[in-house]
């Protein structure tokens, strides 16, 4: 099994050839099946850039469910007896997804709720602004009980006071956002490392297997990186691939071994 790798294909046959019980971490973050009909435009007529991508395009509801019974089964059969996996979504999926890993014996551990604090406006007024996300955070199963959570890690890292799961974080913007030859976004719906940098800082030791399904720019692999992780990424389209390994390629790490071992010498007493 190639690690610090990127997969070239469609996940599901990617993830066939995967060994069983080999990967520690699973983070997902499939298509949303947004199911948009018309283009969206702000008040002073321009469009907004939103989800209108061809991979997040699928025939009907069921057959966006059978997409992600497959992906999930696959995922089921590759994790640790003693990993986990994280799954997110908006509101068109979530719940969808969240009931398929249900009868497929995941067993939820927690739903993280991602308050992005600068969400983009309902520019109709026809609803509330849509200001978060859903993480669902799970265990192979109801009986696994000896999945990675490293909570003094995580108690420290906010400020020495217990993390909630209500996440207050940024969307992808900025010198962080990245962009394409054309100037635009290079992905629609690319997730800010603050976002991964919790979810395998909490789920991970040092070494572990991270492995993303829908790897786009390559966030996940990035951060793994960054914390000393092993990452595989499976993606299908070449653009996102040259991105992120361009990306990855220049990465250094956030800590140095001594603060590594600190750290992991305190969770362990």
């Known amino acids: 099994m190639e690690i610090n790798a990127i997969l070239n294909g469609d996940c599901v046959e990617e993830l066939k050839k995967i060994p069983e019980n080999s990967i520690d971490l699973i983070f997902a973050d499939p298509p949303y099946n947004m199911q948009l009909k018309n283009a969206l435009y702000r008040p002073n007529n321009t469009k907004v850039?939103?989800?209108?991508?061809?991979?997040?395009?699928?025939?009907s509801f069921s057959e966006y469910d059978d997409f992600c019974i497959s992906w999930l089964k696959e995922c089921k059969r590759i994790l640790k007896d003693t990993g986990s996996i994280w799954v997110i979504g908006s509101y068109h999926n979530i719940f969808r997804v969240g009931n398929i890993m249900l009868n497929l014996g995941f067993w939820i551990l927690n739903d993280v709720t991602w308050y992005k604090t600068n969400p983009m406006p309902n520019f109709l007024g026809t609803r509330f602004t849509n200001a978060t996300e859903t993480l669902l955070w799970c265990s192979k199963g109801e009986r696994y009980k000896k999945?990675?959570?490293?909570?003094?890690?995580?108690?420290?890292?906010?400020?020495?006071?217990?993390?909630?799961?209500?996440?207050?974080?940024?969307?992808?913007?900025?010198?962080?956002?990245l962009k394409g030859e054309d100037g635009k976004?290079?992905?629609?719906?690319?997730?800010?490392e603050e976002l991964l940098k919790r979810v395998i800082l909490s789920t991970t030791k040092k070494g572990d297997i991270v492995l993303d399904p829908f790897f786009g720019t390559g966030t996940t692999g990035a951060v793994a990186k960054k914390l000393g992780r092993n990452f595989i990424g499976i993606e299908k389209e070449i653009e996102y691939i040259d991105i992120a390994e361009k990306r990855i390629?220049?990465?250094?790490?956030?800590?140095?071994?001594?603060?590594?071992?600190?750290e992991e010498m305190k969770n362990r007493k």
């Open 49 to 59: 850039d939103g989800v209108d991508d061809e991979w997040d395009k699928f025939s």
């Open 147 to 177: 999945y990675t959570f490293n909570h003094k890690m995580m108690k420290k890292y906010n400020g020495d006071k217990q993390m909630t799961s209500v996440w207050q974080i940024g969307l992808c913007i900025g010198e962080e956002r």
């Open 185 to 192: 976004k290079a992905h629609s719906t690319q997730k800010p």
């Open 249 to 262: 390629n220049l990465i250094n790490t956030f800590f140095t071994e001594a603060e590594w071992e600190e």
